[in-house]
């Protein structure tokens, strides 16, 4: 439990580090830019026995999201419960590899921004288009993946290494 | 087999019951996200607790960063010094010159009641911390907040222009809306200045396919040129005037052929952003 916190942690600091690397604006969107804490979330998901724990997680990035880096108020938190059901409902459906894995993190990195997309043009919070949404989920897609497949050789190292098969 | 049947509540109830939840939430987060609202002390402490938790772990990354330039930067510190020794012997005349346009600025504020220029403003200057996280918000964070004096609705500038206004303030950190946000909330009043031409518009949405800030209202595009410059007029209340936006690139019609519509390339690069300035009006005894 404690080494998917602690990578839990590492992600979401990360988001703040790399938007400082790599920064984007709406007119000029970096390729290597992505939300970490998902794909943590994907990452991690397989490791749970107990899948309330998981959930607990989930809410508690989710609060943290909207609390720390957008300032909104449960959105984040809504938006990452909605895809930890979605990545439990893919890690049933899909067998557990690197391929499957990056599809899932791709899966649920194109629908935190629809989702966004959608909640925030619908309360008319600005001016987006399909355009901005189609650049920004394909500007997404390399760091994706290379997120992914670092963090599944890491973690999978590290979990092999202390032994831990699921976490109960 | 004695047990009492569960009551099952009717799908077309449940429906309904899922559109409303779904109505409230939207309402929820449409005046959370609206009203630019203050954070709650929990919030503000999270906040400046990653805030600082980031400098500590960028702080290796930025210290090899800072010598590899300051190492370039000595490479050509020769050239820099012969440019700067021809221009200091004009530093004087500057001086002296500055000194009689303030007497003359101050003696035409007085005649045209003008109370706050961009000369009546002090400048605190901030680091970026993060930006745009999440990428919808078009938001960015700078290391000082309400204990610096920070306060909402400031206006951030740098070096080349308007960059946006502060929306929120924690004790040790505070958002910035960028200008390039196009919701309605942001619109900016601005003039364009053309000699002896000054023509009065608002900027009313900002195009990020093409990088390009909208300006509509002004009637008169006859007199507006190509690489005009565009500047804060000082109307609204917010923006004090004077601050460089950006130029005139383009003059378009709307798409029913009855407004015309500046388009303006903004002066500052949203995109290489590190260091800002807050402006903060001088108090009375200063």
Known sequence: MIITIIYLIFSFILEC??????????????????????????????????YKKYYILVLIFGILFDMI???????????????????????????????????????????????????LSLINYGNYDIILLINIITHSLIMTIIYTSVSYFVIKLIFNMFNIKQIK | MLGRKKKMIPKKYVVVMIIILIILILIIFSFMLKGDRKLNPVESFLKDGL?????VVTYPFN??????????????????????????????????ENIELRRQLDKLKEELNIDYTLVDYEYLNATVVSRNVGFWYNTITIDKGSYNGVEKDMVVINSKGLIGRIIRTSAFTSDIRLITTSDTNNKISVHISNGDNNLYGLINNYNYSDNLLEVEGISNTKDVTIG????????GGIFPSGILIGTVSEIST???????????????????????????RKSVEE
């Open chain 1, 17 to 50: 580090f790399m938007s400082n690397m790599f920064s984007s604006t709406f007119s000029d969107i970096s390729y290597f830019t992505t939300i970490y804490t998902i794909i943590a979330l994907v990452i991690i998901y397989p490791y749970f026995y107990n």
């Open chain 1, 69 to 119: 880096y957008t300032s909104t108020f449960l959105l984040n938190m809504i938006i990452f419960l909605i895809i930890a059901i979605v990545i439990k409902i893919l890690n049933n459906i899909l067998s557990e590899n690197i391929i499957m894995i990056n599809l899932i993190s791709i899966v649920s990195i194109i629908l935190y921004h629809i989702l966004s997309f959608v909640i």
């Open chain 2, 51 to 55: 805030v600082y938790t980031e400098k």
């Open chain 2, 63 to 96: 210290y090899i960063s800072n010598k590899i330039s300051e190492y370039k930067k000595l490479k050509s510190v020769n050239k820099d010094n012969a440019v700067l020794e021809t221009s200091i012997d004009r530093v004087s005349s500057i001086e002296s």
């Open chain 2, 228 to 235: 005009d410059y565009v500047y804060t007029s000082g109307l």
């Open chain 2, 254 to 280: 709307d798409s029913y052929d009855l407004a015309k519509i500046i388009k303006v390339v903004p002066s500052a690069d949203f995109t290489d952003i590190n260091y800002v300035s807050v402006l903060k």
